[in-house]
C-alpha cells in the first residue's frame, strides 16, 4: 500500500524550492488535513474565526519545526526552553527550521520596552559608554551602568523604577467623619484582620468611637505611622468598657495580637504579597510621584551626567524612532570624522560613528513599518498586540536569517490600510531573503498579494478542519464550499443605509494625553461613531484612555477588564489624562469597555463561568430529584469547589507528566478521565446529561438542549448570534483568541436587561475576525444603537467604518504629527477629505 507521502505534488510556484508535505493532521479541530504548502512563497491561512487555520499553521507546522529543532539541542539547554509540544500529525516532509512571530505579550512589565524588545537599548547604553561626553574627571562607565534594571544602573532611591510611593493620612483616611469602628482607616484590611487591628486599639486604650478627625493628632500619627509592632491581649466581642474590665481583672484573652500601623501594612503588603488582587487593593491608598533622586529617570547621578548630542541617555530614549534617527544621521554620516572635536577623541568618535550607523540601520527598519511615532522607553504594556507583532518583525528582518519559515499570526492587525503596503514590503523583504513566510490572516488586501492561499474551513469548531483549497489566489473564486470567496472577489456594497440622527453630544474639551494636546471632539449620543487615523495617531489616547476616564469618573465607575491586578503593579506607568466633558453626560447612564484582553489566565475560567451560564446549569442540577435526594447544592457541581470535584485533578481534569529534557505532557487525570467531578457528581443526570457531558457541548448543541430554559437559552442565543456557536462551554480561556474574548464579553452585555443609555467602547473590535464575522458583529453592535445606545468603535476596517453614522479621523500623522482632528461626519464626508489618510481607503469602501 503506498504512503499517504507518495501523493503527487501540486505544480510548483516559480521560483519554489519545493513544498512542505503535511499528511494528517488532527490538531484540535483538523480533519486528518493533507495539504502541500510551497517553500520560499508568501503563503496566507484563510478561513473564518475558529475554522483551524491557526491549528495548521502554528500548532502543526511551526510545533513540528521547533521539535525537530530541540531534538539537536542539549538535553540540559532543551529544560530551560518553553517547548510547544508535539503535534498529533502522521508526517510532515520538507520542513525547514521555523520562527514564529505571534501576538502573545508575555509577562506584562513596565521594565519591557521597545528598547529591550528590539535590543536597540543595548546599543544605545553601549553608544553612551563608549561614545558619550562625561563630565571632567569622571571614570568611564560600562554600559550596565546605564541600566536602570541592573544594580549599577539604578537609581538608588527608586531602584530604578522611577517614582516612590507616599503614604499620607488623607490617601489612607479618605473619609475622616468616620469613626474607628466604622472603618474610618479604610487601608487596613477588611473582614477578621481589620477587626482585629481595631480590637487591638481598644485594648490599647485608643476611643475607636469618636470621629477619626476629633481624635489627638499624635494618636492619628502612631496608628499610622508607628514601626512599632506591640502585642497585647485581646478580648473579641467586647465593648470597650467590657475590656477595660477584662483587663483590670486579668481574665484569659480571646488571643494575643499584634499591633501594625496602617502604612507598615500598606507597604509590607504591597512589597511582599504573591496575590495580584491585594496588591491592587492596597495600591489605591498610596500615592506615586516621580523619585526626587532621579527625577523619574530610573538611574543613578553619575549615569545621567553623560551626555550624547547633549541629550542624557533618558533624554535621548524619550525621543521617537523618527527624530532618534535625525539625531544619528549626522554622526552616522561619512564625513562625521574630519569634524576635530577636542571633548571626544578619535577613538570615541570612530566608535560613536559604528554604533550609530548600526543603530540607525535597525531604526529605519521599525520607521518603514510604521512605528516610527514610538520611543525607546515607551513601555510594552503600552502597545497593541499588532505594534508588538511588527516590532519583532523588525528584529528578524534585521537579523538576515537563510532558508527559515517565518509564522506569523495576522500582521496587519491594528494597522491603518496606509500602514500595510511597508509590511507588504518587509514580508517581501523576507521572502527575497530566501525564506518562506506563512501567514494566518483576514485581511483580504493581503490575501490577493499573496502567492499562494489555503482556505480552511467551511466553517467553525466542528464545522471546520477541512482545507478547501490551496493554490494561487484566484483559484479560490470557484471554491463554492469557501466563506472567504465571497469577501474577496465581490465589490463594495454601496448600498447607502440611512444615517441615524444625534440625540445629543457627548462632547470633551482641552484633552491632553500623550500626543493629544488641548483637543476638542464630539460623540453623537445615540449613533454608531468609528474612530479612524493611522497606528500611533491618537486613537486609543482619545477613546480607549481620556474618554473611558473621564466618562467613567462621572459615572462613578472605573472601565477596569478582567485581569486588572494581574500585572506588576510596581511597574505601572504613570498616565492620566486633562481635559474635561463639556456636554452629553445627562444622557449616560452606564459605561462599557469591551476590550480584547482574557476573560481569564487560567483554564478554571470558561465561556460558561465568564458569562454566568454555568450559575443557570448548576441551579437545574441541584433542582432534580437525585440531587436533592442526595443533598447536593449547587456548588456541588463546580469544579472549582472541593466537594464536588475530582480529588486527584482538584477539578483540572489533567495532570502534568514531567519528562525533564522533553516538554511535559498533559494527560487526563486517570481517576475522573478527564470528566473534573467525581462520581457522585456525574452519576446525578438532567435530561440524561451528566454535569461534565453539558460543558463538553458547543454552544450550538446547548442552544438545543436548553430550549426549555428562558434564561440559559438567552445567553445561548447571542453567543449563536455573534458567531461563537461553535465554542464549548467548557472550553478553557486560555485556549480563547482575543476576537473570541472580545465578542464573548460583547454577548455577556447584549443578553443583560437594559439599564439606562448605556456608552459601549470596543478598541479595534474587529482584530482576529473574518469578514463574515465582522458583519455578524456588525448587527449586534447595530442593535445596540438601534435600542438607544451609543457605540463607540477604534477601527481599521473600513467595511465597518463606512457602515458608521459618524466619523472621526485623528492624525494626519503618527505621534507629534497625530494628533489632531483632521476631519469629522458621516463617511461620505469624510471621504473626500484631502488632508486625510484614511479618505482614500474609506472611498474605495463605500
Given amino acids: 500500500m503506498p504512503s499517504r507521502l507518495d501523493t503527487p505534488l501540486p505544480s510548483a510556484l516559480p521560483g519554489s524550492s519545493g513544498f512542505v508535505r503535511v499528511r494528517g493532521a488532527r490538531e484540535h479541530n483538523l480533519k486528518n488535513v493533507d495539504v502541500d504548502v510551497p517553500r520560499d512563497a508568501l503563503v496566507v491561512f484563510t478561513g473564518v474565526s475558529g475554522s483551524g487555520k491557526s491549528s495548521l499553521a502554528f500548532s502543526t507546522l511551526y510545533a513540528e519545526a521547533q521539535r525537530r529543532y530541540f ?54 547604553r553601549m553608544l553612551y559608554s563608549r561614545a558619550g561626553r562625561y563630565p571632567a574627571g569622571q571614570p568611564m562607565l560600562y554600559a550596565e551602568d546605564f541600566s536602570a534594571n541592573t544594580p549599577q544602573g539604578a537609581c538608588p532611591q527608586c531602584h530604578g523604577i522611577g517614582r516612590v510611593h507616599e503614604v499620607t493620612e488623607a490617601s489612607m483616611v479618605p473619609d475622616p467623619s468616620l469613626t474607628i469602628r466604622q472603618r474610618a482607616v479604610a487601608a487596613w484590611p477588611l473582614a477578621w484582620q481589620g477587626q482585629n487591628l481595631r480590637d487591638i486599639l481598644v485594648t490599647l486604650g485608643y476611643d475607636v468611637d469618636i470621629p477619626w478627625c476629633d481624635l489627638p493628632k499624635a494618636q492619628r500619627d502612631w496608628i499610622l505611622f508607628t514601626e512599632e509592632t506591640p502585642t497585647v491581649p485581646v478580648y473579641a466581642g467586647l465593648t470597650p468598657a467590657q475590656t477595660r474590665t477584662a483587663l483590670k481583672r486579668q481574665l484569659e484573652p480571646s488571643y494575643q495580637g499584634t499591633f501594625s500601623g496602617a502604612r507598615r501594612y500598606l507597604l509590607h503588603t504591597f512589597m511582599h504579597s504573591q496575590s ?30 553623560v551626555t550624547f548630542a547633549g541629550l542624557d541617555i533618558a533624554e535621548l530614549s524619550q525621543l521617537s524612532l523618527q527624530a532618534l534617527s535625525e539625531v544619528l544621521k549626522d554622526v552616522a554620516g561619512a564625513d562625521y570624522l574630519a569634524h576635530e572635536d577636542p571633548d571626544l577623541s578619535l577613538e570615541k568618535r570612530l566608535a560613536a560613528q559604528r554604533i550609530a550607523h548600526e543603530l540607525l540601520e535597525r531604526i529605519t527598519t521599525l520607521i518603514d513599518l510604521g512605528l516610527g511615532y514610538l520611543a525607546l522607553e515607551r513601555s510594552t504594556p503600552t502597545l497593541s498586540s499588532g505594534e508588538l507583532q511588527r516590532l519583532r518583525l523588525a528584529t528578524q528582518l534585521n537579523s538576515q536569517l537563510f532558508g527559515v519559515i517565518y509564522v506569523l499570526d495576522e500582521p496587519s492587525a491594528g494597522l491603518h490600510p496606509a500602514d500595510s503596503q511597508a509590511l507588504f514590503d518587509a ?128 459615572l462613578g465607575q472605573a472601565p477596569a477588564s478582567p485581569e486588572t491586578g494581574e500585572t506588576d503593579l510596581e511597574d505601572e506607568p504613570l498616565h492620566t489624562s486633562g481635559g474635561q466633558i463639556s456636554g452629553g453626560l445627562e444622557g449616560l447612564k452606564r459605561l462599557v469597555q469591551v476590550d480584547q484582553k482574557p476573560i481569564g489566565r487560567t483554564p478554571r475560567s470558561n465561556l460558561a463561568t465568564y458569562t454566568g451560564l454555568f450559575d443557570h446549569v448548576r441551579k437545574l442540577f441541584a433542582a432534580t430529584e437525585q440531587a436533592q435526594a442526595l443533598g447536593f447544592d449547587a456548588g456541588q457541581f463546580s469544579f472549582n469547589v472541593a466537594k464536588g470535584r475530582c480529588p486527584n485533578c482538584e477539578g483540572e481534569g489533567f495532570v502534568s ?26 452519576a446525578v443526570t438532567w435530561q440524561g446529561l451528566n454535569i461534565a457531558q453539558v460543558l463538553q457541548q458547543t454552544v450550538d448543541q446547548a442552544f438545543d438542549t436548553f430550549a426549555e430554559q428562558p434564561a440559559a437559552r438567552r445567553a445561548l442565543q447571542v453567543l449563536k448570534d455573534i458567531g461563537l456557536g461553535y465554542l464549548r462551554l467548557g472550553q478553557p480561556a486560555t485556549e480563547l483568541s482575543g476576537g473570541e474574548a472580545q465578542r464573548i464579553k460583547l454577548a455577556t452585555e447584549l443578553q443583560r436587561m437594559a439599564r439606562g443609555k448605556t456608552l459601549y467602547v470596543l478598541d479595534e473590535p474587529t482584530n482576529g475576525l473574518h469578514p463574515q464575522d465582522v458583519d455578524r458583529l456588525m448587527v449586534q453592535l447595530n442593535r445596540l444603537v438601534d ?25 494626519p500623522g503618527a505621534g507629534e504629527a497625530g494628533g489632531k482632528v483632521v476631519v469629522a461626519g ?15 481607503f474609506l472611498a474605495s469602501a463605500l
Fill in 276 to 305: 495580584a488582587q491585594m496588591r491592587k487593593r492596597v495600591s489605591q491608598y498610596m500615592r506615586a510621584s516621580p523619585c526626587p533622586a532621579c527625577a523619574g529617570k530610573r538611574l543613578k547621578r553619575e549615569a545621567l551626567t
Fill in 71 to 124: 531534538e539537536s539541542v542539549a538535553p540540559y539547554a532543551r529544560r530551560l526552553i518553553d517547548q510547544v509540544g508535539v503535534p498529533d500529525v502522521d508526517a510532515i516532509e520538507g520542513l525547514p527550521p521555523a520562527v514564529a512571530l505571534q501576538q502573545q505579550r508575555g509577562t506584562p512589565s513596565a521594565r519591557s520596552s521597545v528598547g529591550s524588545v528590539t535590543t536597540l537599548s543595548s546599543l544605545i
Fill in 427 to 554: 514580508l517581501q523583504r523576507l521572502k527575497a531573503s530566501g525564506n518562506s513566510v506563512f501567514v494566518v490572516e483576514h485581511d483580504l488586501d493581503t490575501m490577493r498579494r499573496a502567492d499562494w492561499l489555503i482556505d480552511v474551513g467551511p466553517a467553525a469548531g466542528e464545522q471546520g478542519g477541512r482545507i478547501l483549497y490551496s493554490g494561487p489566489p484566484a483559484g479560490l473564486e470557484q471554491v463554492a464550499d469557501s466563506s472567504t470567496r465571497a469577501y474577496l472577489f465581490s465589490e463594495p456594497d454601496a448600498t447607502a443605509h440611512p444615517l441615524r440622527q444625534p440625540q445629543e453630544w457627548l462632547r470633551l474639551e482641552g484633552i491632553t494625553r500623550n500626543n493629544l494636546h488641548n483637543l476638542s471632539a464630539g460623540f453623537p449620543l445615540g449613533c454608531f461613531t468609528a474612530v479612524t487615523g493611522i497606528s500611533g495617531s491618537g486613537k486609543s489616547s482619545l477613546v480607549s484612555q481620556a474618554l473611558l476616564e473621564l466618562v467613567g469618573s462621572h
Fill in 657 to 682: 507528566v514531567e519528562l525533564l529534557f522533553m516538554p511535559s505532557v498533559y494527560a487526563p487525570c486517570p481517576t475522573c478521565h478527564g470528566a473534573r467531578y467525581s462520581p457522585e457528581t456525574l
Fill in 787 to 811: 435600542a438607544g445606545h451609543t457605540v463607540i468603535v477604534v477601527e481599521h476596517d473600513m467595511r465597518v467604518v463606512a457602515q458608521s453614522d459618524w466619523v472621526i479621523d485623528i492624525g
Fill in 826 to 840: 458621516p463617511p461620505q464626508a469624510v471621504a473626500q477629505c484631502a488632508e486625510s489618510r484614511t479618505a482614500p
